[in-house]
């Protein structure tokens, strides 16, 4: 797995479990600041004081932010002894009330925060991306109650730096959990999807290729998710530790595949 080695996460980076840089999945480690990298001015890299950043947390789980500084303009702060430079939250469990629950299910649904660090390559940029995604609703899916989210962070590291990303979003995909990620980088709004489908229309891995649409719901501008899978890429989604797979490429056809197994 490709390590990062950024400059240490400011104030908007909050604590949590990150992937170890040898093994490629995350360990519970806390941090407190970032007062020990500075540049020529007295300032870290994101422009803050020389005293040591603040940390803040929920009465649940800790989360991790953009750093208010950081954009597609520039680096923000980041943790150079953790995978990639991620400080990655630990999921909490959220019991939501559903407001139109399926008549086949009860009025309060169990979910769980659906975060995902994945690979990303596109015209040349290569690195890794991670998706920060609350539960934060619930809706009937017919047959079942099933979780809506909000996405909370997104964030894209390469080899010049981690750097904030925005429109962030979720979706479960359905009964069949024929899930999404998007996102926008640079003026172009990605979605992460499936290019495989087994019987019943049903992935049967995680998320492995990319789309290029205008928006979300948008129409197709580029599509990496055909049977032959222009725009590979791989995710991993992050548990309930704070620990995550390594996001190496497993990719095969599912069992079933119209497009052969």
């Known amino acids: 797995m490709r390590n990062f080695r950024i400059p240490c996460l400011a104030a908007a980076v909050l604590v949590s479990a990150c992937g170890s840089s040898a093994g490629g999945t995350a360990t519970t ?31 649940t789980a800790s989360d ?3 750093d ?14 953790k995978d990639f430079g991620f400080v990655v939250r630990k999921p909490a469990e959220h019991v939501l009330k559903c407001t139109n629950p399926s008549p086949m299910a009860g009025d309060t649904l169990t979910a769980s925060d659906a975060d995902f660090i994945c690979t990303f ?32 962070g997104a964030w894209i590291s390469l080899a010049n730096g981690v750097f904030a990303m925005s429109g962030a979003s979720y979706d479960w995909g359905g009964n069949h959990h024929n899930d999404s990620l998007e996102f926008d980088w640079q003026g172009t709004h990605f979605r992460l999807f499936h290019s495989s489908f087994g ?13 290029v649409t205008k928006g ?20 991993s989604q992050v548990e309930a530790d704070g620990s995550y797979p390594p996001p190496v490429d497993a990719f095969k056809k599912c069992l079933g595949d119209p497009n052969g197994g």
């Open 121 to 152: 390559a596109y015209k040349g940029q290569t690195g890794h991306v991670y998706l920060q995604n609350t539960a934060s609703g619930c809706t009937s899916g017919g047959m079942s109650n099933l979780a809506t989210f909000t996405g909370t």
């Open 64 to 66: 991790a932010a953009p």
């Open 199 to 211: 019987f019943g229309w049903r992935k049967c891995q995680p998320m492995d290729c990319i789309q």
């Open 29 to 59: 480690s806390d941090v407190s600041g970032d007062s020990s990298v500075k540049d020529g001015s007295g300032s870290d890299a994101s422009g803050d004081s020389t005293s040591a950043d603040s940390v803040l947390a929920d009465s």
């Open 68 to 81: 208010t500084s950081g954009s597609d303009a520039g680096p923000i702060d980041a943790d150079p002894s």
């Open 216 to 235: 979300v719901g948008g129409d197709l501008v580029e599509d990496g998710c055909t049977k032959d899978r222009t725009l590979p890429i791989w995710c």
